[in-house]
Structure formats: C-alpha cells, structure tokens
T-cell receptor, first 107, second 115 residues
Framework: GQNIDQPTEMTATEGAIVQINCTYQ??????LFWYQQHAGEAPTFLSY????GLEEKGRFSSFLSRSKGYSYLLLKELQMKDSASYLC????????FGAGTRLAVHP | EAGVTQFPSHSVIEKGQTVTLRCDPI?????LYWYRRVMGKEIKFLLH????????ESGMPNNRFLAERTGGTYSTLKVQPAELEDSGVYFC?????????????FGAGSRLTVL
C-alpha cells in the first residue's frame, strides 16, 4: 500500500532552524517533492530529491534516504512568513501526498 | 507567465445539484492534473490529462464525476449530482514534461461546499 507520514503540527521561533520529517512506504519511487502551502493559496514547489543526499536551496534544504524511506525538509533562519503547511509528496506514476505539516513560527 | 487559474474559487451548492469547476493550465503545458483535498485529509489524485486524452483516471471516485479537456487547453470537472462527501478543495495542476522532475504547478483551488 501507500503511506506517507509527517507530523501534523510543529512550532518554532523566528530565526531558529526546524526540521520536518517525512517517512514513506510506496510501491514505486520516482522522486520526492516538498511543497509549501499558505492557507487558501496554491501549493508551491520547494524541492525535489531523486538520489540520496542533501539538496540545498537558500534557506531550505531537503534530504533523502531511499533505503530508509525517509526525507526531511530543513528550514534555516526562520521568518514569520514561513508559517505554512509543508507537504511531502512521492511520485510513483502519480504524485502521492502526505497530509502535510502545519508550521507556526513565533516571534 | 500566468499561473494555473481555477474558477470558481468557492462554490456552495445543495445536495443533488450540479457544479462545474474550471482549470486553465499554464500555456503550453500538455499535462493537466486534478487533485482533491477533503477536510483533514491529504491531497488525493483524481486524474491526469495529456493534451486532450485521459492518461490516468484511477482516482476518480465514481461516475458522478466527469472531467473533460476538449482541445487540450482548459479542463472542466463536473460533479453531478453532488453529494455531501464531495465537499473539499479541488486543485488543478499542470506541467510541461512527464519525465524527469516534472514539477507540478498548482492552482489555488476551488473550494466546494455541498449542503
């Protein structure tokens, strides 16, 4: 079956670092995506991992371990505008989403 | 470049009525996807068009849902007759290539409330 797990909610302080974990069990794997979604808006693409290792893009980094079925999204130097839902998604032949992690950044 | 546009942003209808949602993908994107998020649950795949052809409609819940993409440009998703459990946010996404990273660009969604 297909299963993508991520924490429901997280809180963090402005300026800090937060790591959002995602574990997955899928019948196929053609890459893992992270999307950011602010309330009432479109999910927007953050990162893509298909090989093991870390992909860094500015304040955001994403890590993948295919053997462990595990990924994380690392957000550094948190800003208030980073308060949003973060969606982990795995592509089999189609994109399968986790339920998302709601991140609240406090001053 | 204009993004993915969806209309209406919010629709409130009564059980048994019909609703048609529209999606305008990014110009030149052959791939168009419909997804749905029911409250509290994850975003779930409904179907995938390549140009005007249905590539994969395995996520369509039942025959009350009809998706079309005549001419391979915009797409419509009709729900007829609507039931209470159809309430949710319907997202449309498009992409240029199916292979490789194939990053999907999403619209802001159409929120459907069935009373």
């Amino acid at each position: 079956g297909q299963n993508i797990d991520q924490p429901t909610e997280m809180t963090a302080t402005e300026g800090a670092i937060v790591q959002i974990n995602c574990t997955y069990q899928t019948s196929g794997f053609n890459g893992l995506f992270w999307y950011q979604q602010h309330a009432g808006e479109a999910p927007t693409f953050l990162s893509y991992n298909v090989l093991d290792g870390l992909e860094e893009k500015g304040r955001f980094s994403s890590f993948l371990s295919r053997s462990k079925g595990y990924s994380y999204l690392l957000l550094k130097e948190l800003q208030m505008k980073d308060s949003a839902s973060y969606l982990c998604a795995v592509r089999e032949d189609k994109l399968i989403f986790g339920a998302g992690t709601r991140l609240a950044v406090h001053p | 470049e204009a993004g993915v546009t969806q209309f209406p942003s919010h629709s409130v209808i009564e059980k048994g009525q019909t609703v048609t949602l529209r999606c305008d993908p990014i110009s030149g994107h052959d791939n168009l996807y419909w997804y749905r998020r029911v409250m509290g649950k994850e975003i779930k795949f409904l179907l995938h068009f390549v140009k005007e052809s249905k590539q994969d409609e395995s996520g369509m819940p039942n025959n009350r849902f009809l998706a079309e993409r005549t001419g391979g440009t915009y797409s419509t998703l009709k729900v007829q007759p609507a039931e209470l459990e159809d309430s949710g946010v319907y997202f449309c996404a498009s992409s240029q290539e199916e292979a490789g990273a194939n990053v999907l660009t999403f619209g802001a969604g159409s929120r459907l409330t069935v009373l």
